[in-house]
T-cell receptor
Framework: GENVEQHPSTLSVQEGDSAVIKCTYSDSASNYFPWYKQELGKGPQLIIDIRSNVGEKKDQRIAVTLNKTAKHFSLHITETQPEDSAVYFCAATLYSGAGSYQLTFGKGTKLSVIP | AAGVIQSPRHLIKEKRETATLKCYPIPRHDTVYWYQQGPGQDPQFLISFYEKMQSDKGSIPDRFSAQQFSDYHSELNMSSLELGDSALYFC????????????FGPGTRLTVT
């Protein structure tokens, strides 16, 4: 099965600085890589995603890059704000048949933005 | 926009009791996924349904079962509860034509005492 590793496990940045979270995956058949933000007591919220035929995607202050050869993808948050503080999960997706796509998550990164 | 609805939001049960968690997917979404998240852990895939049929199975204990009904809502039934079943249970839904994007509900916090 798929295995996703995520680093770092915790990250503290000053407000306005950038934050970078990195993930690697093991199964070359994975073709979709979403990032989720989870605030305390809430469900994971999809914030950005990238498909295997794209190398980079940007949405305002958030960007994601994908290196298929290295099986590596990263989340970049610029101009961080206190409300960016949360746990961020990367995930890799394998088609598991019958219309179902199984998500395998990384262990998460707790991001703290210090005002 | 409508989101995934889960009920109840909190549930307290004793060991060996039974619990039923409900999930109402986003309208028109035909695929439902169940995940379990322990404290400080990442969500672990349990089971999924597409068009009311089980489509994939993950690390779901034999004590647990689930189904998807004709209106696409899903229920996760948990029997002979153990202390280790205490966790957040999330339901996510997706639409077949855009099946890669899964949208999560707010979760049900199950506490087994």
């Amino acid at each position: 099965g798929e295995n996703v590793e995520q680093h770092p496990s915790t990250l503290s940045v000053q407000e306005g600085d950038s934050a970078v979270i990195k993930c690697t995956y093991s199964d070359s058949a994975s073709n979709y890589f979403p990032w989720y933000k989870q605030e305390l007591g809430k469900g994971p919220q999809l914030i950005i995603d990238i498909r295997s035929n794209v190398g980079e995607k940007k949405d305002q202050r958030i960007a994601v890059t994908l290196n298929k050869t290295a099986k590596h993808f990263s989340l970049h948050i610029t101009e961080t704000q206190p409300e960016d503080s949360a746990v961020y999960f990367c995930a890799a997706t394998l088609y598991s048949g019958a219309g179902s796509y199984q998500l395998t998550f990384g262990k998460g990164t707790k991001l703290s933005v210090i005002p | 926009a409508a989101g995934v609805i889960q009920s109840p939001r909190h549930l307290i049960k004793e060991k060996r009791e039974t619990a039923t968690l409900k999930c109402y997917p986003i309208p028109r979404h035909d695929t439902v996924y169940w995940y379990q998240q322990g404290p400080g852990q990442d969500p672990q895939f349990l089971i999924s349904f597409y068009e009311k049929m089980q489509s994939d199975k993950g690390s779901i204990p034999d004590r647990f079962s689930a189904q998807q009904f004709s209106d696409y809502h899903s229920e996760l039934n948990m029997s002979s509860l153990e202390l280790g079943d205490s966790a957040l249970y999330f339901c996510a839904s997706s639409f077949r034509d855009r099946g890669l994007e899964q949208y999560f509900g707010p979760g049900t916090r199950l506490t087994v005492t």
